[in-house]
């Protein structure tokens, strides 16, 4: 049978850098087909090269059986590449929220009466009861439900992934890539998604989907292709494969996936204590009650945008949004009402935000100043205001041995770093001075399989060491493994509260959706 | 290309330069005049004579201080388009400080000019400063509007104020004789002062406080990212006010080679744009300080040697210091528009990926089969 996508011997560069070589690879029309690899293995480039954003230095593409080219002649824009029947679901969706379901389907095919086909395309009246009934048809056909007059704001996000795959069928798309398309979703909406991918399939679309989870290629694909710093370095069939044996074969090496339980926790004093905290605001909190007392790691579960950076944002600036909250919080046996962020920090927190390239690092600059980024007032980096560059290319460079960051170098950029190498940074820089309270937001998220096991034991030294962690985390795995208590927050409360051992995936998941409270 | 990349970063901006500058002399060769001619008038204007490189460095002083002034903001994310403003104010503080303190002693008074010069424009450069960090409202606009206030305050002060009786011109009173720097006579005559050595050392200064001073760090830190400044405990509103409050104060010592060491007196309008020259300064430089000096020294040298166009040419004139100026900054900042261009011409190499007619081939037949399958 003729595949759906050929590639042969693709490779790509980047400025000399190598992020493709020699791959190839086929995907049969009407399977799923997994991509995985870590983070900077180069399948999102080969993707990217798919759905036309780049252009191959050299190789071939063929589309069911014909060859295609790059950026030059054949497609430019996304818009060019669903014309070809290949769509694209980002990780992150690209839906207009103040639109409803169904305008945000038709951006950009809109279609009119034949009427006024005389005026230009971009004065013509929109004829929605057209597009309507073809939608419907698409929708029955692969059970895709939506109320298509909602507006995309007021939408789950599962749902908002509907239309994103919606939006590819009406633009009549053969081939899906769906980069992620599980790191938004409850483990519910997830095996949601799974069974409609199954029948996308059944009607003969053929699905790519980028992820690094291996537990859902094992239950959703029927073939896997593994990337590799750049090249291609097996391809399964699932049934005919272990989850441990594609673990080892995207990292290189033997991993452990799970972390051994650690003993139980030695407790002390409370290194944070919320008490009815509530905020006022689109995405609020409400009444809001925890502690994490020192030796201790307190995991809060939950799909993102259910409180937790509104939480996050008040423990570390508690001076915004002053006039908008009630209750206190706590740190480390402090009020931190009136304390600004210096000096909430200057308690003994250590900080690993979510969003790591916003947050935690200045992309544009050397290692070593992302090292020094909180540290600069503190001896020896700095004495009486002027810094000391010698010390801190010391302190740098044990960092980056202990910490094994690569590539080993005080002035490589740190935006060029692979997601992990960058979250060493982070933790290396925080880890610093051990900090009594550290909240770990997302610690593992687009980080290789290698540097999440990195990550894990250090957390659990922290704790051994008796710091107090707060980890915020929408990875049930992680949450599961390192948390001595498990909080589920939705909606902006705690819903529940589990001890190491009492939660399950699916009691968890079901809070999540905010089913059970 | 290819060579382009593997250059020093240094060379880049020189080959901006060099372009920028050929196509501005291919400009007089349509309006009619030999470009070579033109160039030699150009280098002759600006370094011919002890007098005329004099008059060359008499106008980088003031832009390094506004080149200085743009980049100091600009690292703390900002854009400061009110440098204009700025050593307006700065001179002016200047000018009422040496008139209404005639007798501060000798040895003081430069000090006491110079910082008087610093606190007018900073004060002038903190107030944007302050509204953005507190007010959330656009530098951008509130350093436009601040020039204008600037440039109607100024007036105003000079003529109802300290209006000199005996002139003619909007200029105020002669500032206090301890208050004037001397001019070296190696230029001829050109006035040329202490100052230009302060602005050396103000480049140092500055590049001291960004690169080796924890202030610096965090104000830079606060350029690159707000948001990860802020969750590193850095007030990033704080930082921004100091940026410009640093900012104006460097673009207020414009008033120290003004007053100090050429006119004697604030004369209304004295600068010819220095404030917005210095935003080109700046942008050449790449807003390193070292860098400053030969870009302040190109433009000031542009200046001076186009004022001779008048004279000398018959279908140009000194406006032709505009068009060099502009075209230098086109390319500087046309750098990334050559990458593409470099990526197209391989492309267009490569004749594997230049087939169109595969292409239509393939896609009618792709839409067809879809249409009769969906």
């Known amino acids: 049978?003729?595949?759906?996508?050929?590639?042969?011997?693709?490779?790509?560069?980047?400025?000399?850098?190598?992020?493709?070589?020699?791959?190839?690879?086929?995907?049969?029309?009407?399977?799923?087909?997994?991509?995985?690899?870590?983070?900077?293995?180069?399948?999102?480039?080969?993707?990217?090269?798919?759905?036309?954003?780049?252009?191959?230095?050299?190789?071939?593409?063929?589309?069911?059986?014909?060859?295609?080219?790059?950026?030059?002649?054949?497609?430019?824009?996304?818009?060019?590449?669903?014309?070809?029947?290949?769509?694209?679901?980002?990780?992150?969706?690209?839906?207009?929220?103040?639109?409803?379901?169904?305008?945000?389907?038709?951006?950009?095919?809109?279609?009119?009466?034949?009427?006024?086909?005389?005026?230009?395309?971009?004065?013509?009246?929109?004829?929605?009861?057209?597009?309507?009934?073809?939608?419907?048809?698409?929708?029955?056909?692969?059970?895709?439900?939506?109320?298509?007059?909602?507006?995309?704001?007021?939408?789950?996000?599962?749902?908002?992934?509907?239309?994103?795959?919606?939006?590819?069928?009406?633009?009549?798309?053969?081939?899906?890539?769906?980069?992620?398309?599980?790191?938004?979703?409850?483990?519910?909406?997830?095996?949601?998604?799974?069974?409609?991918?199954?029948?996308?399939?059944?009607?003969?679309?053929?699905?790519?989907?980028?992820?690094?989870?291996?537990?859902?290629?094992?239950?959703?694909?029927?073939?896997?292709?593994?990337?590799?710093?750049?090249?291609?370095?097996?391809?399964?069939?699932?049934?005919?494969?272990?989850?441990?044996?594609?673990?080892?074969?995207?990292?290189?090496?033997?991993?452990?996936?799970?972390?051994?339980?650690?003993?139980?926790?030695?407790?002390?004093?409370?290194?944070?204590?919320?008490?009815?905290?509530s905020l006022q605001s689109r995405r609020g909190l409400r009444n809001v009650n925890f502690q994490v007392r020192s030796g201790e790691?307190?995991?809060?579960?939950?799909?993102?945008?259910?409180?937790?950076?509104?939480?996050?944002?008040?423990?570390?600036?508690?001076?915004?949004?002053?006039?908008?909250?009630?209750?206190?919080?706590?740190?480390?046996?402090?009020?931190?009402?009136?304390?600004?962020?210096?000096?909430?920090?200057?308690?003994?927190?250590?900080?690993?935000?979510?969003?790591?390239?916003?947050?935690?690092?200045?992309?544009?600059?050397?290692?070593?100043?992302?090292?020094?980024?909180?540290?600069?007032?503190?001896?020896?980096?700095?004495?009486?205001?002027?810094?000391?560059?010698?010390?801190?290319?010391?302190?740098?460079?044990?960092?980056?041995?202990?910490?094994?960051?690569?590539?080993?170098?005080?002035?490589?950029?740190?935006?060029?770093?692979?997601?992990?190498?960058q979250q060493k940074i982070v933790i290396a820089r925080e880890f610093k001075y051990s900090p009594k309270f550290l909240i770990a937001s997302q610690p593992t998220r687009g980080v290789d399989v290698g540097a999440i096991e990195f990550i894990h034991k250090k957390i659990l030294m922290a704790r051994e060491e008796g710091s107090g962690v707060l980890l915020i985390s929408s990875e049930l795995d992680e949450i599961l493994a390192l948390s001595d208590r498990i909080l589920v927050m939705f909606d902006g409360k705690i819903l529940a509260e589990f001890k190491r051992g009492e939660a399950t995936e699916k009691a968890l998941g079901l809070r999540m959706g905010g089913a059970l409270s | 290309m290819r060579l382009i990349e593997k250059l020093p970063q240094v060379f880049k901006p020189i080959i901006s330069v060099l372009v920028g500058l050929s196509l501005g002399l291919l400009v007089t060769k349509i309006a009619g005049e030999d470009p070579w001619n033109v160039l030699g008038i150009l280098v002759r204007g600006a370094f011919g004579s002890r007098y005329d490189f004099g008059m060359t460095l008499f106008y980088t002083t003031p832009l390094i201080f506004t080149g200085l002034s743009v980049a100091f903001a600009f690292h703390s994310g900002l854009f400061n388009i009110g440098a204009e403003g700025q050593l307006a104010m700065g001179a002016l503080a200047l000018a009422a400080a040496g008139i209404q303190f005639p007798n501060v002693p000798a040895f003081l008074a430069p000090v006491f000019g110079i910082l008087v010069a610093v606190l007018g424009g900073g004060i002038w450069g903190a107030i944007p400063g302050w509204l953005r960090a507190r007010r959330g409202s656009h530098e951008v606009i509130n350093t436009i509007m601040m020039n204008f206030i600037a440039a109607g305050l100024s007036s105003w002060v000079t003529l109802y104020l300290l209006r000199n009786p005996h002139s003619q011109n909007p200029e105020t009173d002669s500032v206090g004789a301890h208050y004037l720097i001397r001019q070296f006579s190696f230029f001829d005559g050109a006035p040329v002062s202490m100052a230009f050595f302060l602005a050396l050392?103000?480049?140092?200064?500055?590049?001291?406080?960004?690169?080796?001073?924890?202030?610096?760090?965090?104000?830079?830190?606060?350029?690159?990212?707000?948001?990860?400044?802020?969750?590193?405990?850095?007030?990033?509103?704080?930082?921004?006010?100091?940026?410009?409050?640093i900012s104006g104060g460097l673009a207020g010592m414009v008033g120290v080679g003004e007053i100090m060491g050429n006119a004697e007196r604030f004369r209304v309008g004295f600068s010819p744009g220095y404030g917005f020259t210095g935003i080109a300064v700046a942008l050449l430089a790449r807003n390193r300080p070292f860098a400053i000096i030969a870009s302040a020294l190109l433009f000031g040298a542009l200046h001076k040697g186009a004022s001779d166009l008048d004279l000398e040419t018959e279908n140009v004139t000194r406006d032709l210091a505009l068009i060099l100026q502009a075209l230098v900054i086109l390319c500087v900042s046309a750098e990334g528009v050559w990458e593409v261009l470099g990526d197209r011409l391989k492309i267009l190499s490569k004749k594997k990926w230049f087939n169109p007619a595969v292409s239509v081939e393939v896609s009618e037949d792709q839409a067809s089969g879809l249409k009769t399958k969906v």
């Not at chain 1, 042969?8 to 086929?26: E, P, Y």
């Not at chain 1, 799909?303 to 919080?329: C, F, M, Y």
Request: hydrophobic share 45%; aromatic share 6%; glycine share 8%.
């Open chain 1, 297 to 421: 790691i307190v995991g809060i579960s939950g799909v993102e945008g259910n409180g937790q950076a509104e939480l996050l944002q008040i423990l570390l600036h508690p001076r915004d949004d002053a006039a908008s909250k009630t209750g206190w919080v706590r740190i480390l046996g402090k009020d931190t009402a009136r304390l600004t962020t210096e000096q909430v920090k200057a308690l003994g927190v250590g900080v690993i935000p979510d969003d790591r390239l916003r947050d935690g690092l200045l992309l544009d600059r050397p290692v070593q100043d992302n090292f020094l980024l909180g540290l600069q007032r503190r001896k020896p980096f700095s004495r009486k205001g002027i810094l000391s560059y010698s010390k801190l290319s010391q302190e740098v460079s044990r960092a980056i041995k202990e910490y094994d960051i690569r590539p080993p170098l005080l002035q490589a950029k740190a935006g060029g770093l692979s997601g992990g190498n």
């Open chain 2, 201 to 245: 050392f103000a480049v140092f200064v500055v590049w001291f406080i960004l690169w080796k001073t924890v202030l610096g760090f965090e104000i830079r830190a606060v350029g690159q990212s707000e948001s990860a400044a802020r969750s590193a405990g850095i007030d990033a509103a704080k930082m921004r006010m100091i940026a410009m409050a």
């Open chain 1, 1 to 277: 049978m003729i595949p759906a996508v050929e590639f042969r011997r693709l490779s790509k560069s980047f400025h000399g850098v190598q992020a493709n070589v020699d791959i190839s690879l086929k995907v049969k029309k009407g399977t799923i087909h997994a991509i995985i690899g870590e983070n900077g293995a180069g399948k999102s480039t080969a993707m990217k090269m798919l759905y036309g954003t780049y252009m191959p230095d050299s190789g071939e593409i063929w589309i069911h059986g014909k060859p295609w080219g790059g950026r030059m002649k054949s497609w430019s824009s996304p818009m060019d590449a669903i014309r070809c029947g290949i769509g694209m679901v980002h990780q992150h969706f690209m839906l207009s929220a103040p639109h409803t379901a169904l305008d945000n389907i038709l951006l950009g095919v809109e279609t009119s009466h034949p009427f006024f086909s005389w005026l230009p395309r971009s004065l013509r009246p929109i004829s929605r009861d057209q597009a309507r009934g073809k939608l419907n048809r698409i929708a029955d056909q692969f059970g895709l439900k939506v109320d298509w007059a909602a507006k995309v704001e007021t939408l789950s996000v599962g749902i908002q992934q509907r239309i994103e795959i919606l939006k590819l069928l009406y633009r009549d798309a053969e081939i899906l890539i769906l980069d992620e398309p599980t790191a938004v979703l409850t483990p519910q909406e997830t095996s949601e998604l799974f069974v409609q991918l199954r029948k996308l399939c059944q009607l003969g679309k053929t699905v790519i989907i980028i992820t690094h989870k291996l537990k859902e290629v094992m239950s959703v694909a029927d073939h896997v292709t593994i990337f590799r710093a750049g090249k291609v370095v097996g391809e399964r069939e699932i049934a005919e494969t272990q989850i441990e044996e594609l673990a080892t074969l995207m990292v290189g090496r033997k991993v452990k996936l799970q972390a051994e339980t650690p003993p139980p926790p030695q407790l002390g004093e409370p290194v944070l204590e919320v008490s009815d905290l």
